[in-house]
């Protein structure tokens, strides 16, 4: 309404007693305005579902005005999404808080990627399952975009942004939101929160190695053991000179790749099918179902030669892992491929040895990604871990913490006049780092303060009555060791 003139207003008086304006046009000047009228309405559902109170039917109070509310939408979050309410929130700030504690430990630093990003960043390498699951659209500027699946083409489209006046190599990780339209299974929803670790400039698997490292260390943090959990270890070499040995043409890899991926997921009559599909012939499907059920590295000489890269490679990183004591989480294991296409050498999956869960983490070598994206072919290996089956895995171990909401102090004027001195004390206190809940709430009584203060595990309970106050004291409760003494504001804010 132009120039707030409401003069020709009518108003809805709620049961709260608030009377809310409503606007109508103003008449013409010959006519006298109307006198304001005034009716209940009743408060919408969803807030009588907030307060407690019982829903109440639009048909209970006639006169309601159309339009001015509507049943009570559905609570629940999109299907395979998650909303995080104060006690999940605490725990995934914990599981982030360790994710970067980790990553500080090995000299990474965090970067950040939006979450929307070009369609084209996913769909370059055509064929790839993940292009199937992609939650795409098109922008209000007729530009096709995408919520981000995973988090590595995006730093690759940083590091080329960047270009080559960084210094190498690169040590970044990031802990982001991933969207994808997939069969939900256990730990496994269409969005969840994934922490990568990537070194960019290394072409060595020193690099590999350092990243395994940095997982381990993760799992020990949180209490995890070898007994608990594998990581199986191959390299993508090693299914290329198995295809090269029946002359698969090498255009057939990515697809053949993206099949092998599913050998714990499917049947192998299935996993058979899909080589045949995909022109496979038979005595190759053979072969290559063999190959990747090879478990030793004899046996992996033996198939492909001992002068083989993948054989040499995979060699020296078993031998590094010695050194980083971390050998015996590791597994020898061919039938790992992973199923995107990116991926050129090293490649591993996180798995608990229960099988209860899917994979816990996984990643690799990718020194082809940049030049998909135009840039140069340049060495690179990371991983992904999401947020969601390491969860599962610390319930099943019974090794999730509990976090409780934990409060330093409580902060309460007994009477109205007392507010303001009451703010100033919690505003002292917060600025020392204290962490204190002020009671805001007019008409609380002692039991309800107790209460409230054993709710929030509170370490002690500040009282400002004006006898106490008359003499520049507060009254403190240490509420664990049950003593109570009279302090002025310095004391209380000295003795934090």
Excluded at 38 to 52: N, P
Excluded at 224 to 229: A, C, G, P
Excluded at 231 to 251: G, H, T, W, Y
Excluded at 313 to 326: D, M, N, T, V
Aim: with cysteine; aromatic share 8%; net charge positive.
């Amino acid at each position: 309404m132009r120039g707030g003139n409401l003069s020709g207003s009518e108003g809805h008086l709620l049961e709260s007693g608030l009377v809310v304006p409503v606007c109508r046009t103003r008449k013409p000047s010959s006519f006298s305005p109307p006198k304001p009228k005034f009716f209940t309405v009743r408060r919408s559902l969803a807030i009588r579902a907030m307060s407690g109170s019982p829903a109440v039917s639009l048909k209970e109070k006639e006169g309601t005005p159309k339009g001015s509310m509507g049943s009570l939408i559905s609570t629940d979050p999109p299907k395979g999404t998650r909303d995080f309410p104060p006690e999940d929130m605490r725990l995934r700030t914990w599981l982030f808080n360790n994710f970067r504690e980790v990553s500080r430990l090995f000299s990474f630093e965090e970067v950040d990627f939006p979450l929307v990003e070009s369609e084209e960043l996913y769909t370059r390498k055509a064929g790839e399952e993940i292009v199937g699951q992609l939650y795409n659209f098109e922008d209000k500027g007729g530009r096709k975009v995408a919520l981000r699946p995973e988090l590595t083409p995006s730093l690759a489209r940083l590091v080329l942004q960047k270009g080559r006046a960084q210094s190498y190599p690169l040590k970044w990780f990031a802990i982001g939101q991933c969207w994808r339209y997939e069969r939900m299974t256990r730990g496994r929803r269409r969005e969840h929160y994934q922490w990568n670790m990537d070194i960019i400039g290394v072409p060595g698997v020193e690099a590999e190695a350092e990243l395994l490292s940095a997982i381990v260390t993760f799992f020990t943090k949180l209490g995890i053991t070898s007994n608990d959990v594998g990581i199986k270890v191959s390299n993508r070499k090693v299914l290329q000179a198995v295809l090269e040995k029946f002359n698969i043409p090498v255009d057939s890899f990515p697809a053949v790749c993206v099949i092998v991926d599913k050998l714990e997921k499917l049947p192998r009559e299935e996993i058979e099918g899909e080589l045949d599909k995909a022109g496979v012939p038979s005595n190759a499907v053979e072969g290559i179902l063999k190959a990747l059920s090879l478990k030793s590295f004899d046996d992996l000489e033996a198939l492909i030669g001992a002068q083989s890269g993948a054989v040499a490679e995979l060699k020296q990183l078993f031998a590094l892992a010695e050194g980083y004591g971390i050998q015996d989480w590791l597994h020898f294991d061919a039938s790992v491929v992973r199923g995107l296409a990116y991926y050129t050498g090293t490649v591993f999956e996180g798995f608990d040895k229960d099988k209860k869960l899917r994979a816990i983490c996984g990643g690799g070598r990718y020194d082809r990604l940049l030049s998909t994206y135009g840039g140069q072919d340049t060495p690179a290996c990371g991983f992904g871990f999401g947020d969601a089956v390491i969860v599962e895995l610390l319930k099943e171990k019974k090794l999730l913490p509990v976090l409780p909401h934990v409060v330093d102090d409580v902060v309460m004027a007994l009477e109205d006049s007392l507010r303001v001195p009451a703010a100033g004390v919690a505003a002292r206190l917060r600025s020392k780092g204290r962490v204190v809940e002020l009671v805001i709430e007019k008409g609380k009584k002692m039991k309800w303060v107790f209460k409230h203060c054993d709710t929030l595990k509170a370490k002690r309970l500040v009282l400002l009555g004006s006898t106490e106050w008359d003499q520049g004291k507060v009254n403190v409760k240490d509420l664990d060791a049950r003593e109570q003494t009279l302090k002025t504001v310095d004391e209380l804010i000295e003795s934090t």
